[in-house]
């Protein structure tokens, strides 16, 4: 294996996780996460706020 990619996300489920079987009997599942982020406007003082959305599969 030439190297293993770490990747954390902390947020929100957007639906109930879909798995699948691939033709060798290996479980595939697939998710929506929601992470955000929050801050204040130095402009105006404003609070703000922005959701991004990851599709994940993990393969097991």
């Known amino acids: ?11 929100n489920l957007g639906a109930k996780p879909e798995v699948k079987y691939a033709s ?14 929050s801050w204040t406007d130095k402009n105006t003082g404003q609070k703000q706020e922005k ?5 994940v599969s993990v393969f097991g």
């Open 1 to 11: 294996m030439a190297g293993i990619n770490k990747v954390i996300l902390v947020g």
């Open 24 to 37: 060798n009997g290996n479980a595939i599942a697939n998710l929506s996460v929601a992470t955000s982020e």
């Open 51 to 55: 959701t991004e959305w990851h599709r």
